[in-house]
């Protein structure tokens, strides 16, 4: 009987149970393995948290946001010594592999730890969407409708007093969720990491849109984008692991803007609220089908693989592929969504 540790680590996102779910189902029902789950990412490994999931231990949960086992952005290769300070737990719980369900910081560590002789199969996971080797990720789904639906309430209240509103979305590298989001809501502009912006450009399209007699513009934000040249830098926030917190830019933006058009423009930042709470059910399927198929990549002994999208199918690709970049949003689609700017 194989034994498989299953961890969650960096924030968490929607759909990260119904992971947990799959994993462990398939691997204690179909191949009568042992689960252990590992407590609060990296930390659990390192600290030797541990607790055994079987399949009633993960009943109930598909639905629930945040993830049972916990998480934190601990990391053996920034708070540890790698492989050393995880060997410990390994070897105590008799762990032949390890399913890492995490963002592009954890299966960066997760690569590592394989090619320090450990067999890991990582879960892309971010509501981000830009961990590269996948079309997708679980959670951006959940995310962008979250968005979306708070674009929607924003633009009646900004209609209802001629106002302009910024809204900040989250997205640390990449502009999906604002891009998405902001496709979806009607954006009448939309401000993303990958696309230098020009506040002048975005307060033309806004006063032209007023001239037309539109009562309210909405700006999409992403909380990665360049504080606007000229503006007061903001201090840089660490959270409890030394990482940078964001957040906050588009008060900049929407200070800038106010002054450019005249218009009365107000912030709504929507941080974890994107993050919280229960998947979708297209989040739900995905992370599931992830799940499975990392348990089986683990009990076929297969190391240094990502469990990943491509097209309708669920495929190993090689985690060293998925660490090697971070995917930006498509040219394309954000000349789709430039087209409704206005
Ligand atoms: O990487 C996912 C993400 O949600 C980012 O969009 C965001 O910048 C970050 O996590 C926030 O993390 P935390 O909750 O640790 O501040």
Request: glycine share 12%.
């Amino acid at each position: 009987m194989s034994v498989i540790g299953v961890l969650t680590a960096g924030g968490d996102c929607p759909g990260l149970n119904a992971v947990i779910r799959g994993v462990t189902a398939r691997a204690a029902d179909h191949d009568n393995a042992e689960v252990v789950g590992i407590k609060n990412g990296w930390e659990g490994l390192m600290e030797g948290d541990t607790v055994p999931l079987d399949r009633d231990a993960v009943r109930g949960i598909l639905f629930r946001g945040g993830t049972i086992l916990g998480t934190s952005r601990m990391d053996p290769y920034v708070h540890g010594d790698g492989y050393q300070s995880c060997e410990r737990t390994i070897k105590r719980n008799g762990i032949e592999s390890l399913v890492v369900i995490g963002g592009d910081g954890t299966l960066r560590s997760a690569l590592r730890l394989s090619q320090e002789g450990l067999p890991v199969v990582g879960v892309p996971k971010t509501i981000d969407n830009d961990i590269a080797g996948t079309d997708v990720t679980f959670g951006f789904d959940t995310a962008v409708q979250v968005a979306t639906d708070a674009i929607d309430r924003l633009a009646s209240t900004a209609e209802a007093h001629n106002r302009v509103i910024v809204v900040e979305v989250m997205g640390r590298s990449k502009g999906w969720i604002a891009t998405y989001a902001g496709i979806a809501g009607g954006a009448d502009a939309i401000l993303i990491p990958e696309v230098p912006y020009d506040l002048e450009a975005v307060a033309d399209i806004i006063r032209a849109r007023h001239r037309r007699g539109r009562r309210y513009s909405i700006v999409v934000v992403a909380e990665g984008v360049e504080q606007p040249a000229g503006a007061p830098r903001q201090k840089a926030r660490k959270d409890a692991f030394g990482f940078d917190r964001l957040g906050g830019v588009s008060y900049q933006v929407a200070e800038i803007l106010e002054e450019l058009t005249g218009f009365e423009t107000r912030v709504s930042v929507l941080g974890h609220i994107q993050r919280g709470g229960t998947p979708s059910a297209f989040d739900r399927v995905l992370a599931t089908r992830l799940g499975v198929a990392a348990a089986d990549y683990a009990i076929e002994g297969r190391t240094g693989v990502m469990a990943a999208v491509r097209g309708s199918q669920i495929v190993p690709v090689s985690m060293e592929e998925a660490c090697a970049d971070i995917r930006g949003v498509d040219p394309s689609l954000y000349e789709t969504a430039a087209m409704f700017f206005g």
